[in-house]
């Protein structure tokens, strides 16, 4: 198990939802589901990032100091840093560094079963993985598991690891567009049954999938864990009414997730472009509930989706007190 010390910064004059404190206890929570130890955490106030290594340079020196005594292996950011940021601060550091994208992306692929869904993960860790090659320790036949450790290949190598990841970015495209045109007709055929459909939409851990389970006995698994499941699930019930619908268990949303890593999962959300209702689970015990109320209704907004009829549950309500 990695040691990891976390990284965040306050930026002056920057308004959010989020405290830097509450990030970065959602930083904890990512990097225990990736399955880091974390034993430590700073956060620095700055007017701006610095451009070439994000901290200020007394900053990463402290935390090099830390990095000998508490034996730490891995320093993850709450900010996406660039690929030269990432690769001064490993130099400087001495140890590997990711930024919260790269550790999302990490989980994603732990967490992705189906095909499709590993599809899409592959495509999200390929697009984050290519502008960041230039630091990469070894090439790529010995990265291809993931994101991780930076260095620096020959020039040779390269521009041929940059050819095959955009050949394998190209292949994936393909993939996924064939799984687009097979979900297409799957909906086609609905719309002929006249079954509504019903995605449940929600921040990470609120509870979907066990709504899920709850209505429909889907078996999906269901722990207290950020992202715990990931691959779309389709379950049709029949209401009372007799109507019959699909239910289905989406991905769920964090805050800060690039659009790049959203649209990787376009075939997936664009179940919610035909749903007839959106139900959003909350979860009301979470002491950030607001703030994750407000990014899902960000991320729907970003994916036109704003003015769907919308359901709220509220999940949750025996952990209030």
């Avoid at 959010?16 to 990736?34: F, I, M, V, Y």
């Avoid at 940021?85 to 994208?101: H, P, S």
């Avoid at 390929?126 to 260095?151: F, I, K, N």
Wanted: hydrophobic share 40%.
């Amino acid at each position: 198990m990695e040691v990891a010390h976390l990284v965040g910064v306050s930026l002056a004059a920057t308004e959010s939802s989020w405290s830097p404190a509450d990030s970065l206890a959602e930083l904890r929570q990512l990097a225990a589901t990736a399955g880091a130890r974390v034993t430590g955490s700073t956060i620095q106030a700055l007017r701006a990032p610095n451009p070439r290594s994000y901290l200020g340079a007394g900053k990463v020196a402290e935390l090099a100091m830390r990095r000998k005594e508490e034996g730490v292996d891995l320093f993850i950011f709450d900010d996406e840093l660039s690929p030269s940021q990432a690769r001064n601060l490993e130099q400087e550091l001495g140890a590997k560094v990711i930024d919260r994208t790269g550790l999302v992306l990490d989980i994603f692929g732990q967490r992705a079963h189906t095909y499709e869904g590993r599809l899409q993960v592959q495509l999200a860790q390929y697009e984050y993985l290519l502008p960041r090659l230039a630091g990469q320790w070894t090439h790529l036949s010995r990265q291809e598991g993931g994101v991780g450790a930076r260095g620096g290949p020959g020039e040779t190598q390269l521009e041929i690891d940059r050819r095959r990841v955009r050949e394998r970015i190209a292949d994936i495209k393909r993939d996924l567009e064939r799984v687009r045109r097979s979900r297409s007709l799957h909906r086609a055929r609905r719309l002929d049954q006249s079954i509504a459909v019903v995605p449940l939409v929600g921040y990470t851990n609120a509870g979907k999938s066990t709504l899920l389970n709850s209505v429909t006995s889907a078996g999906v698994l269901a722990e207290d864990k950020l992202f715990a499941t990931l691959d779309p699930t389709n379950r049709r019930i029949r209401l009372p009414s007799g109507r019959q619908v699909i239910l289905t268990d989406t991905v769920g949303f964090i805050q800060r997730l690039p659009p790049s890593v959203v649209a990787a999962f376009r075939a997936t959300l664009e179940e919610l472009d035909v749903a007839d209702l959106l139900v959003q689970v909350v979860d009301v015990s979470h002491p950030d509930c607001p703030a994750q109320a407000a990014e899902v209704a960000g991320v729907l907004a970003s994916l036109h989706l704003g003015e769907k009829p919308c359901v709220t549950v509220l999940n949750k309500v025996d952990r209030l007190t």
